[in-house]
């Protein structure tokens, strides 16, 4: 079970937030809820639930992980405003999901030493821009949207659970 933690966080996250952009799409107040979590949870909840960092098999330094949450919180608001800009161009939100991936995979690689080759990264990126192209292509459904954030959560939760390397 532990093997599969990144992998299975990623959908227990992953459902809830598909749940609350649901429950956003239907409910005024669900609304708000969505908007003030969205604005830090997903940013925080990502690294610490995928990576496991007391059980990693190599050696690193508390400030290496304070210094990666930090840079996933950042990766995460500026993935946000660029996704913000979807009124001026369309395809920003898949631009958001691609290049917020990859800024994530490569700060774990570099600063965690995180396995994965790097054409896994990339492909991983790919796929979770790919994710928001039916939103994209809906013009901005919320059931869409959390579907693709679902995807989003999955799709990054598997190459981490995939790349692990435990004893």
């Given at each position: 079970?532990k093997?599969?933690?990144?992998?299975?966080?990623?959908?227990?996250?992953?459902?809830?937030?598909?749940?609350?952009?649901?429950?956003a799409?239907?409910?005024?107040?669900?609304?708000?809820?969505?908007?003030?979590?969205?604005?830090?949870?997903p940013g925080?909840?990502f690294?610490f639930s995928?990576f496991?960092?007391s059980?990693?098999?190599f050696?690193?330094?508390?400030i290496?992980?304070?210094?990666?949450?930090?840079?996933?919180?950042?990766?995460?608001y500026?993935?946000?405003w660029l996704?913000?800009?979807?009124?001026?161009?369309?395809?920003?939100?898949?631009?958001a999901?691609?290049?917020g991936?990859?800024?994530?995979?490569?700060?774990?690689?570099?600063?965690?030493n995180a396995?994965g080759?790097l054409?896994?990264?990339?492909?991983?990126?790919?796929?979770?821009?790919a994710?928001?192209?039916?939103?994209?292509?809906s013009?901005s459904?919320?059931?869409?949207?959390?579907?693709?954030?679902?995807?989003w959560?999955?799709?990054n939760?598997?190459?981490i659970?995939?790349?692990?390397k435990?004893?």
């Amino acid at each position: 079970m532990k093997k599969n933690t990144p992998l299975l966080s990623s959908v227990v996250f992953g459902v809830f937030y598909f749940l609350l952009t649901a429950g956003a799409h239907f409910s005024r107040s669900i609304l708000e809820l969505f908007i003030f979590l969205m604005l830090f949870l997903p940013g925080l909840t990502f690294p610490f639930s995928t990576f496991a960092f007391s059980s990693m098999s190599f050696r690193y330094h508390e400030i290496r992980i304070v210094l990666f949450i930090i840079l996933s919180v950042a990766d995460y608001y500026a993935m946000v405003w660029l996704y913000s800009g979807e009124g001026y161009y369309s395809f920003l939100p898949a631009a958001a999901g691609f290049l917020g991936a990859l800024l994530y995979h490569l700060a774990a690689k570099l600063l965690l030493n995180a396995p994965g080759a790097l054409w896994k990264i990339f492909v991983t990126a790919l796929l979770s821009g790919a994710a928001f192209l039916p939103y994209v292509f809906s013009q901005s459904n919320l059931l869409l949207l959390g579907m693709a954030l679902l995807l989003w959560t999955v799709i990054n939760g598997w190459l981490i659970n995939a790349s692990r390397k435990l004893p």
